[in-house]
């Protein structure tokens, strides 16, 4: 918490329209400062309800199987919405109370945004990345492990095509990085020629994409959203070397991505325990791949892809610690380094 906070000290205020232009205001205790902190303290009791909760092979079954057929669901009715768009059909709001579509399905030069059920195009895509893992390995598993292999093969195909169909920038961000895993966890099955070919084609297309990205972000950089996600990591980063230590306090100024936002908010003292806590869960992930029975390894591998996949999506597209699915994936990678398998029937 800033020592001054009695209107001495100025910050980017984004809970306001004055970040449309980049206005500081004077900082002074609000409430929004205490929501923000229960936002997070929530999603951490999350984590601990998660983690404590499921503890064996077949409570992650269970809570796998409902999370994988409500992101199947997710993905289905955005393909239902952008049907509705191209048949002129009316959109149903059964769902969509807040979203996008409430209004009617958002375009982007003629192409729907796929929203499904959630806000926005953006949380469609976060959420839905980090799935990609397990419809990945759980078709790779020799025996059915949640459900059938064809099933998972199939959802994860259509993941890849639906990303980009968000027409969001993490959409797009998402499927380049999972077909890049997927070349890595391909790569045993074909030649040395064809790697290298693989490898270039590739490169070429993400160089590319990355080519129009800075266009696309020369021309949003004047518009509401490149404003406020510009400026508030550019102070961000001022932000935290005033205030090094002890941030300027949770929710005070959140910014566009995971480590600046912890930093400025959290500082060194918070930011820090944060991150041994995450690196302390990829290290068991880690190590259980390397122990665990190759029948059941699969599972491991899909936790640490979605574990590292969620951490991207934050640092790419923000930290969005208020959204409770970023807590939910922790806690089950948690919940699966933790698994006992010595005990368990595979």
């Excluded at 199947?72 to 191209?86: A, E, K, N, Q």
């Excluded at 895509?125 to 492990?145: D, E, H, M, R, V």
């Excluded at 099933?151 to 027409?167: E, G, Q």
């Excluded at 640490?304 to 959204?323: K, M, P, V």
């Amino acid at each position: 918490m800033p020592y001054i906070i009695d209107g001495k000290y100025m910050v980017l205020d984004r809970y306001k329209e004055s970040i449309y232009w980049a206005k500081e205001e004077a900082l002074y205790p609000s409430m929004q400062w205490v929501t923000q902190t229960i936002y997070f303290l929530i999603g951490l009791l999350v984590v601990i309800v998660v983690s404590d909760t499921y503890k064996t092979i077949s409570d992650i079954k269970k809570v796998l199987k409902l999370l994988l057929a409500g992101i199947t669901f997710m993905i289905f009715w955005g393909w239902f919405g952008d049907l509705t768009y191209f048949l002129g059909i009316p959109y149903p709001q059964f769902f969509n109370q807040i979203g996008m579509n409430k209004l009617g399905i958002e375009s982007f030069n003629g192409y729907p945004r796929m929203s499904s059920v959630t806000m926005e195009a953006s949380y469609f895509a976060q959420i839905l990345i980090p799935t990609t893992p397990y419809f990945y390995w759980f078709s790779q598993q020799n025996k059915t492990f949640i459900f059938d292999k064809t099933f998972h093969k199939r959802m994860y195909l259509l993941s890849i095509i639906t990303l980009p169909l968000a027409i969001t920038t993490t959409g797009v961000l998402g499927f380049f990085i999972i077909i890049g895993l997927l070349l890595k966890n391909s790569m045993r099955l074909f030649t040395l020629k064809s790697k290298y070919f693989l490898v270039s084609l590739y490169s070429i297309l993400v160089l590319t994409f990355f080519i129009f990205s800075i266009k696309y972000l020369i021309n949003i950089s004047g518009t509401y959203s490149g404003i406020e996600r510009f400026k508030t990591v550019h102070y961000g980063v001022f932000y935290f070397l005033d205030y090094p230590i002890l941030g300027l306090g949770w929710g005070v100024f959140p910014t566009y991505d995971f480590i600046i936002n912890l930093l400025v908010n959290f500082g060194l003292l918070g930011a820090i325990p944060f991150l041994i806590l995450l690196y302390n869960i990829f290290i068991k992930l880690h190590v259980k791949i390397k122990k665990v029975d190759k029948n059941i390894r699969p599972l491991f591998k899909a936790a640490i892809e979605s574990f590292i996949l969620i951490l991207i999506d934050s640092q790419l597209s923000g930290f969005i610690y208020h959204s409770q699915y970023f807590w939910l994936y922790i806690g089950l990678a948690v919940s699966i380094g933790s698994l006992e398998l010595n005990k368990e029937s595979l």
